[in-house]
């Protein structure tokens, strides 16, 4: 037996930057959802607390998720891929059949109370990374790579777009699309995805009453936001602007006492921020999540394998890509989208599922290269290492065994490899070398 398979339990220590970062969003969402809430807890539910308060339940079940997925394994959802992803997909679908219609879109159950589209995010990449990694270099070839990526893509779409909630979808693909690259596929195949995406989406748009309004409007809007007939785009400018640098104080804006933007507990609450904390907090919140991206990428860089680099890459670009989206529209850089701002925003489903996902980066960066000196083979998927300066058509994954480190980007385990899928084929383990290095 060999070192690496002796040492089961040789695990380093948890991201406690991320962690420190997450909790840091956490705090500000509590104290936010009830700056913006309060007012219309009181007219509608005669409790000030209403909100914030089931706002605490659902982060006292988004932690237990948390500390859940941080203990197990990441490696054990490589297994589970193929049935999380049906269970997700099943929810997906009995959504539209027995879901519960919410402003003229029918996505959640039990009172709009749980969004089956957010657990889905996640079970979506632990499939995705799954499937890329067990493909290998392969997936440069169209049919073990692009066409059946786009069947999935376009099963997940249709899902999520029938409900509708074409946001949520742009983020899913787009998500799905940067793991594709960066697990290695042709930029022409990647340029192509590009395109159909772009096209189906611009036809949903075009036919869908409930998004060609919204579009159209916000069109309309891009030369004087503060004229908009979109009225969430106007006055979520409008709020920024009456904040101005410092901010008027917690609790002093008017965008919640006055109702004048709506669900600013929620959608909205970047504009509560810029109101009542000015340009500093907006600031503070840009900063917290880049700082978010750069912990979930460095923890992907160290992953031990490709199915956890990959996992890693997903789970923190569709949560880097939600916040970036929800702030765009805010500054009238985008239109009304529903999406969440992650961890801050009022939401129990959103803020599971982000919570979960975190649990899972914990999870992998436990397994670190660089925490251990000889960390175990964890995956059963070969040690191809993320390399983002290469280009030209060529895959962005160093091949395996190879040991220069003077490019930027890359890095190369120690650990010598066990029996794993390599180009779809099975290796045995008299191909095995000690180095690490090209058998």
Do not use: C
């Amino acid at each position: 037996m060999t070192a690496a398979r002796s040492q089961p339990n040789a695990k380093g220590r948890y991201d406690w930057g991320l962690l420190m970062v997450v909790s840091v969003l956490l705090l500000l969402g509590v104290v936010m959802v009830f700056s913006a809430s309060y007012p219309r807890a009181m007219e509608g539910f005669d409790n000030p607390y209403y909100f914030v308060a089931r706002q605490i339940v659902w982060l006292v079940i988004g932690v237990a998720a948390l500390i859940v997925s941080a203990r197990i394994p990441y490696t054990l959802w490589d297994r589970w891929s193929i049935p999380i992803m049906g269970v997700a997909l099943l929810s997906l679908l009995f959504v539209i059949v027995i879901g519960t219609e919410r402003f003229g879109s029918t996505r959640a159950y039990y009172n709009g109370s749980i969004q089956p589209s957010e657990p889905a995010k996640i079970a979506i990449i632990i499939y995705v990374s799954t499937w890329l990694t067990s493909k290998g270099r392969r997936i440069r070839e169209a049919k073990a790579g692009l066409l059946p990526f786009g069947v999935l893509m376009g099963i997940v779409a249709v899902l999520i777009v029938l409900q509708p909630e074409i946001s949520t979808a742009i983020l899913i693909v787009a998500t799905a699309a940067i793991m594709l690259f960066v697990a290695g596929a042709d930029l022409k195949q990647l340029a192509l995805v590009g395109v159909i995406a772009t096209t189906t989406f611009l036809i949903v748009i075009r036919y869908s009453s409930y998004a060609a309004d919204r579009i159209e409007r916000y069109l309309a809007s891009i030369g004087n936001p503060l004229a908009s007939d979109e009225w969430q785009v106007s006055q979520g400018v409008q709020a920024l602007m009456r904040g101005g640098f410092w901010g008027t104080g917690l609790g002093n804006g008017q965008a919640q006492q006055t109702g004048y933007l709506p669900v600013s507990w929620s959608d909205n609450i970047y504009g509560v921020i810029g109101e009542e904390l000015g340009l500093l907090g907006t600031l503070l919140v840009i900063l917290l999540f880049a700082l978010l991206a750069w912990r979930g990428l460095r923890i992907a860089l160290r992953s031990p394998d490709n199915f956890g680099m990959l996992l890693a890459t997903g789970i923190t670009t569709i949560l880097i890509l939600q916040a970036l989206l929800n702030t765009a529209v805010i500054v009238a850089a985008a239109p009304p989208t529903g999406v969440t701002l992650p961890f801050v925003s009022y939401g129990g489903s959103s803020l599971v599922a982000s919570l979960a996902g975190i649990g899972i980066l914990l999870s992998i960066s436990r397994y670190s290269v660089e925490s251990t000196a000889r960390a175990p083979q964890l995956g059963r998927y070969s040690y191809e290492r993320v390399d983002l300066r290469r280009g030209n058509g060529r895959s962005r994954l160093s091949r395996p065994g190879r040991r220069s480190t003077a490019r930027a980007g890359s890095y190369q385990s120690t650990t010598p490899r066990h029996p794993s899928v390599d180009d779809g084929r099975v290796r045995s383990s008299s191909s095995r070398t000690k180095g690490g290095g090209n058998p």
